[in-house]
């Protein structure tokens, strides 16, 4: 008899007709241009199984070839006695040409994206049932029979590899310091601090990053933390500034202070990482013998600024670094370097472009544990028009929406350059499943937003969606009447479809709702909204779920008058809980607050 592991299947048994894709489990890594091979089984002999690869240039689907099902097969019941039998089928892709992988004719910044290959398998019409890992391992140890287990276990219904290295490229080199130190911790409480300033490449990019560590012997989590912004923009790169004696302070400019923030997680015990992403800069300023400051200008990664594309290969490539290849990595001073000692838990945060990386990262297989967006961009085809909407022309809201070229042009989201808004939205490849499967099912979530949408270059309806896409529970914090929100402008059609040239705003509207929490705090109870919210009361949560429901780990928290900058304060009590929760210590400065020196926080 076949073993559960090799025959997994499939839907309920009202559906005769239905079959399965078994291998490879979906949403796993894979390499572009190795050959690829589906098995998986149906219950007729003879039967023909239809095959179609997404093309990532136009989002079409093309045919790709037809399995048939072996003339014999298998026998089994399922536990109500209802006799079937399965019959093996496979096909034989071969290497898929690059533009299954990524976009390779829209723009060419497109081409440094992740590979994410996505097939179908239909019978009858009919796409079949396909399982991640996570789901084929709670199968394989179920004891169920094939039908019943599949019918319990499938979570999607393509097949999706993930190139993380991107398409056509291997994987990123080995981390180079360049310089660092250690940092006292002001603190009789908290370890010193090792930290560096270094380098990896990927893509034939030199990409700068930062590395924190405690000197205190223990294993510790990791957190990567993936900043706002881009090259040229106040906070679009990582700062920091060190005085006479050592110590950090605020870099000036407006600047949030990177560097405080990562030595201040590191004292609290935990290994932090930071990348600089392609195009950015890692500016340290230095005023101590101890640590010798970059060029003039600061030390720049190779490549140019992408938006939600390249950079989230620089981050993948910087988790697998810190995660996987901790042993070979040590950084501080070049009298006392401390190695990386992590624990198996990976915490990842990031805010406004930084939050857009975290989400496409995760999706694209990032080793977490658990994660948290501030103010991220979820869909840019929504982004688009919001702009729109409120009054800008075409070319200032494509490029608003991250939709630029390299020479400084711009395309729209229609039937031409969907894809090029597709690929850097997070709630494209979650409405297709990527935050669906099993692992995320059990994966603490939190996405903190405001509710002051003009001039937020993220309006609400965008994280709105992700909320929904990950069945997330929305809380409002802020005047009771002002959670009574029910609705929300959206996109009608189906998700990432071209957008014609003349839609000038959002095309529909979808529903939305909030439990209201803390109501009575007075850190948003204002009628102007201020430069700088203060601190806010920290949202318990998890709550506990209704009767009969799942536990309750995803959610929105959105905040009356916090716009994209002015919310570091107001969420820090509930962000900091969350991390205390998941990974049984304390965290660090946030990072988002305005104008604080962070490692003194």
């Known amino acids: 008899m076949l073993s559960i592991r090799n025959i997994l299947l499939v839907v309920a048994a009202v559906t005769p007709l239905a079959a399965c894709v078994t291998e490879p489990s979906s949403r796993t890594a894979a390499e572009s241009t190795n050959p690829v091979t589906l098995t998986g089984y149906g219950f007729a002999a003879g039967e023909q199984i239809a095959i179609q690869a997404v093309d990532q240039n136009t989002g079409n689907l093309v045919s790709q070839g037809t399995a048939i099902t072996s ?83 499938t979570d999607g219904n393509s097949t999706v590899l993930l190139d993380q290295d991107g398409v056509g490229n291997g994987p990123e080199t080995a981390w180079v310091n360049v310089a660092g130190m250690i940092s006292d911790s002001h603190s009789p409480y908290y370890s010193p601090v090792a930290w560096s300033v270094g380098y990896y490449t990927v893509q034939g990019n030199k990409i700068y990053g930062l590395i924190c560590v405690p000197t205190a012997p223990g294993l510790y989590p990791v957190v990567i933390y993936n900043h706002g912004g881009i090259n040229g923009m106040v906070g679009g790169n990582i700062n920091g500034s060190i005085t006479s004696s050592g110590w950090t302070t605020p870099p000036g400019g407006g ?39 970059p060029p003039l200008g600061g030390w720049t990664s190779n490549g140019a600024n992408e938006f939600c594309l390249g950079e989230v290969t620089d981050v993948l490539a910087l988790a697998d670094l810190v995660v996987n290849h901790a042993a070979s990595i040590t950084v501080g001073s070049a009298t006392q370097q401390v190695p990386l000692r992590t624990n198996s838990k990976v915490f990842m945060y990031g805010y406004s472009h930084g939050g857009c990386i975290t989400y496409r990262a995760v999706e694209q297989g990032a ?98 969606e ?50 209201a929490m803390n109501t009575g705090d007075s850190c948003v109870s204002g009628g102007a909204v201020p430069g700088e919210l203060p601190l806010c009361a920290v949202v318990p949560l998890p709550l506990t779920p209704p009767a009969g429901q799942a536990q309750q780990l995803h ?21 900091n809980r969350f991390a205390e929760l998941n990974f049984h210590r304390q965290p660090g400065c946030d990072g988002v607050e305005i104008g604080i020196n962070c490692a003194s926080d």
């Open 255 to 293: 600047n949030p202070d990177e560097l405080g923030q990562c030595i201040d997680w590191a004292k609290r015990g935990w290994v932090v990482a930071m990348s600089s992403y392609r195009g950015g800069i890692m500016n340290i300023t230095s005023s101590s013998s101890e640590f010798t400051p």
């Open 71 to 153: 003339a014999t097969g298998n026998a089994f019941k399922t536990s109500s006695g209802y006799p079937y039998a399965l019959y093996p089928w496979t096909f034989s892709a071969g290497v898929l040409a690059p533009n299954y992988w990524a976009p390779q004719s829209i723009v060419p910044d497109l081409e440094t994206s992740q590979g994410h290959l996505e097939i179908f398998a239909a019978a009858a019409g009919t796409d079949l049932p396909t399982f991640s890992q996570a789901a084929l391992n709670s199968l394989s140890s179920s004891g169920l029979d094939p039908l019943d287990a599949g019918a319990k276990y």
């Open 367 to 464: 080793p977490v544990t658990a994660f948290s967006v501030i103010e991220g961009f979820t869909d840019m085809s929504l982004n688009y028009l919001n702009w729109r909407g409120a009054g800008q022309t075409a070319k200032a809201s494509a490029q608003a929406a991250g939709a630029f070229t390299p020479s400084g042009g711009y395309f729209l989201p229609d039937a031409n350059g969907v894809m090029g808004y597709n690929w850097r939205s997070a709630h494209y490849f979650a409405s297709r499943g990527d935050l669906g499967i099993q692992k995320f099912k059990t994966m603490p979530i939190i996405v903190f937003h405001g509710d002051i949408d003009f001039g937020n270059p993220v309006f609400l309806d965008e994280p709105a």
């Open 466 to 515: 992700i909320a929904a896409d990950i069945g997330a529970t929305n809380i409002f914090v802020g005047p009771t009447g002002l959670a009574a929100l029910t609705a929300l402008p959206c996109i009608a059609g189906p998700v990432g479809a071209p957008i014609p040239d003349t839609t000038s705003m959002p095309t529909a509207s979808c529903p939305i709702s909030f439990t």
């Open 555 to 575: 959610y929105m928290v959105v905040y009356h008058n916090m716009d994209h900058t002015n919310g570091g304060l107001a969420i820090k009590e509930t962000f």
